[in-house]
């Protein structure tokens, strides 16, 4: 699977997961405002903004204590389970919006997103890190931006066409279950972490 990506198998389970996340994610993004104006109550811009403005703001205040809690338990399955759950309730998020049909429901599960993304990004970044194959930092990390580029820019011509010709409450089933695979993708390399991080 992926041969031309030449990492290590954890570094390329790692990629491969945050492909389906973000690659995922991407059907949704560009469209997300108009989902918002044409089938929640209420819904325009200014709707549109408070809910970014949520994500980033839980999102940002959720980050740093995850963080430190997980550079206090010196272990990795906490650090992959961090982003299974993570993946699980951004997908959760996602397939909230084929019930939601009022701001503050948009807003709530905004908030779950911004939670899961929290809980992915400190536990995903500290496994890539310790895992990163010496020397080659720069390429693995240009090979996950390079894959992540690609996934999200052919995610977001087809999320346009889906909701288009499907509507959207296809389309966010179908990113529920991208976001599901991203989720599951890391428990294959569940055995080759650590238990306990000398440091």
């Not at 906490?78 to 503050?104: C, E, H, Q, R």
């Amino acid at each position: 699977m992926f041969k031309f990506i030449k990492t290590n198998k954890i570094i390329k389970i790692l990629i491969l997961s945050d492909v389906a996340l973000i690659g995922g994610l991407g059907f949704v993004v560009p469209i997300f405002a108009i989902f918002l104006t044409n089938n929640i109550q209420g819904g325009n811009i200014q709707v549109a903004g408070f809910a970014a403005s949520i994500y980033w703001i839980v999102n940002s205040l959720v980050l740093i204590p995850f963080g430190k809690y997980l550079d206090k338990n010196h272990g990795e399955e906490d650090d992959l389970y961090f982003i299974i759950i993570g993946n699980i309730l951004a997908a959760l998020a996602v397939f909230g919006y084929i019930f939601s049909y009022l701001p503050w429901h948009i807003y709530c599960l905004q908030a779950v997103y911004a939670l899961g993304m929290g809980m992915n990004i400190p536990g995903y970044t500290a496994i890539f890190t310790r895992h990163i194959d010496k020397g080659k930092e720069a390429f693995d990390w240009s090979v996950r931006g390079a894959l992540i580029g690609i996934g999200t820019g052919i995610s977001g011509a087809l999320g346009g066409m889906i909701a288009h010709n499907f509507g959207f409450e296809t389309l966010f089933i179908g990113v529920t279950i991208f976001i599901l695979i991203s989720a599951l993708l890391p428990l294959l390399i569940l055995k080759n972490l650590k238990s306990k991080i000398i440091i």
